[in-house]
C-alpha cells in the first residue's frame, strides 16, 4: 500500500498559482482521506512564471523524489509543453540514472516525455491521471471511474484489469470556487471498439499523448519550440528505437487541443516513418475529449496505419477524454476486445 506521494510539477506550474488553490485543498483532502502522508516537491507550488523560468528545479525535484526512500508514489501534478526542457538536468551527468529506485510514477499528456525517460533507463511506470485534474475534481467526489482505479493503486501498487466506462463525461468549462460540487454532464460510453484485426493481442503497452509524440518526432507540427523538443528527443534519444517497440502494444491518446484530421494524420505519419507500427503487436487509442473527430480519427488511423491485420482498438478511456483509466506502462498485458477488458500481470 502506497504511504507516502510525492506531487511534483514537472510541466506547468500551475498548481502553485492563487486561482487554483481551492482544487489543491481537495485534492489534498482526497489523498489524506486514503490514509496516506501529502508531500510536494521543494519547487512544485512555485507558480507557473518560476517554473518555466527554471526547468533545473522541476528536475531536481523528480530526482529528489526518487532519492527519498518514503516516497512511495511519485504524482505529476499535471501535463504542459515543456518537459523535454528537463532533459538535460537529467541526463547529463547521469542524474535521473543515478538517483532512480523502484516508485510508481504517475502522470499522462506533456509527462508522455517523463516516461520515455523513465522507460529509457527501465522503470515501468503509470499512465493516466494526475493530481489537479483527477484527485482535484472539483465535483462533489472523484469521477467514480477514475477513482476506482487511483484506489486500486493506492490500494495495491498496481492495476490488474481495465475494463470500459459506462459514462462519458463533457468537459468543464468553469473550475471557478462557485462550481465546487457541480457535477459534470454525462453520456453512455460505447465501449472498446474494434476498429481491425485480431481481438486478442497481447505485448507491453508503451506510448502516450499523440500531440506530445507528434512533436518529439516531427517540428514541422505548430506549436512553441516544437523545433527544439525534437532536436532535444534526439540528443537524449528519449524516443524508443524500433527494435525496441518490437512485441510492444502502442498507446495513443489525443489532448485537449482537439488536433484536426489532418494534424492527426501528419502525428501517425512521423510514427509510420519510425517504423512503430511495424514493429508493434497492436494499437490502444484513447476516446477524444468530448468526442470531438470521434469518427474522423478512426479512418485516419487505419488509413496510416496500411495493415489491416494490425489490430486496433479504439475508445479506450484513458488520457484526456474524462472519465480516466490508469494503463500500467511496461508490464505484460492483454487486450481482449471480445471479452471487453485488458488485463496485466501482476
Known amino acids: 500500500?502506497?504511504?507516502?506521494?510525492?506531487?511534483?510539477?514537472?510541466?506547468?506550474?500551475?498548481?502553485?498559482?492563487?486561482?487554483?488553490?481551492h482544487e489543491l485543498d481537495i485534492g489534498v483532502r482526497r489523498l489524506e482521506a486514503y490514509g496516506v502522508n501529502v508531500r510536494f516537491g521543494a519547487h512544485a507550488l512555485a507558480g507557473l512564471d518560476r517554473?518555466?523560468?527554471?526547468?533545473?528545479?522541476?528536475?531536481?525535484d523528480l530526482l529528489d523524489a526518487f532519492s527519498d526512500p518514503e516516497v512511495d508514489l511519485i504524482l505529476c501534478a499535471i501535463g504542459g509543453n515543456d518537459t523535454y526542457r528537463l532533459a538535460p538536468y537529467l541526463f547529463d551527468g547521469g542524474e535521473l540514472e543515478n538517483a532512480l529506485s523502484e516508485k510508481i510514477f504517475l502522470g499522462f499528456s506533456d509527462t508522455t516525455v517523463n516516461h520515455f525517460m523513465l522507460h529509457k533507463l527501465g522503470l515501468p511506470t503509470f499512465y493516466g491521471q494526475a493530481f489537479l485534474?483527477?484527485?482535484?475534481?472539483?465535483?462533489?467526489?472523484?469521477?467514480?471511474?477514475?477513482?476506482?482505479?487511483?484506489?486500486?493503486?493506492?490500494?495495491?501498487?498496481?492495476?490488474?484489469?481495465i475494463r470500459p466506462a459506462n459514462v462519458w463525461y463533457r468537459s468543464r468549462?468553469?473550475?471557478?470556487?462557485?462550481?465546487?460540487?457541480?457535477?459534470?454532464?454525462?453520456h453512455p460510453d460505447h465501449g472498446f471498439v474494434l476498429l481491425q484485426g485480431a481481438p486478442v493481442f497481447s505485448g507491453p503497452v508503451l506510448g502516450g499523448c499523440i500531440d506530445t509524440i507528434?512533436?518529439?518526432?516531427?517540428?514541422?507540427l505548430d506549436?512553441?519550440?516544437?523545433?527544439?523538443?525534437?532536436?532535444?528527443?534526439?540528443?537524449?534519444g528519449l524516443f524508443p528505437s524500433r527494435e525496441d517497440w518490437k512485441g510492444r502494444?502502442?498507446?495513443?491518446?489525443?489532448?485537449?487541443?482537439?488536433?484536426?484530421?489532418?494534424?492527426?494524420?501528419?502525428?501517425?505519419?512521423?510514427?509510420?516513418?519510425?517504423?512503430?507500427?511495424?514493429?508493434?503487436?497492436?494499437v490502444l487509442v484513447g476516446k477524444p475529449m468530448d468526442e470531438t473527430y470521434y469518427d474522423d480519427y478512426p479512418a485516419i488511423l487505419k488509413e496510416v496505419v496500411g495493415d489491416p491485420s494490425l489490430p486496433i482498438v479504439y475508445n479506450v478511456n484513458v488520457g484526456h477524454a474524462q472519465p480516466r483509466c490508469?494503463?500500467?506502462?511496461?508490464?505484460?498485458?492483454?487486450?481482449?476486445a471480445t471479452e471487453q477488458r485488458i488485463t496485466f500481470a501482476p
Open 214 to 220: 507528434g512533436e518529439m518526432l516531427d517540428e514541422s
Open 326 to 336: 490508469i494503463v500500467p506502462f511496461g508490464v505484460p498485458a492483454v487486450v481482449n
Open 1 to 21: 500500500m502506497v504511504k507516502t506521494v510525492c506531487i511534483v510539477s514537472l510541466s506547468r506550474g500551475i498548481l502553485g498559482e492563487p486561482r487554483v488553490k
Open 223 to 236: 506549436h512553441t519550440d516544437v523545433r527544439e523538443m525534437t532536436a532535444v528527443t534526439e540528443q537524449y
Open 133 to 161: 485534474p483527477d484527485v482535484c475534481e472539483i465535483g462533489k467526489t472523484m469521477l467514480p471511474y477514475s477513482g476506482q482505479y487511483f484506489k486500486e493503486l493506492i490500494e495495491t501498487g498496481t492495476i490488474r484489469e
Open 51 to 60: 517554473l518555466d523560468a527554471h526547468p533545473e528545479e522541476r528536475a531536481q
Open 173 to 186: 468549462t468553469s473550475f471557478a470556487p462557485d462550481q465546487v460540487g457541480t457535477d459534470l454532464p454525462q
Open 249 to 282: 502494444i502502442l498507446l495513443l491518446e489525443s489532448s485537449e487541443v482537439q488536433m484536426p484530421p489532418e494534424t492527426y494524420r501528419r502525428a501517425l505519419l512521423a510514427l509510420k516513418r519510425r517504423g512503430v507500427f511495424d514493429a508493434v503487436s497492436g
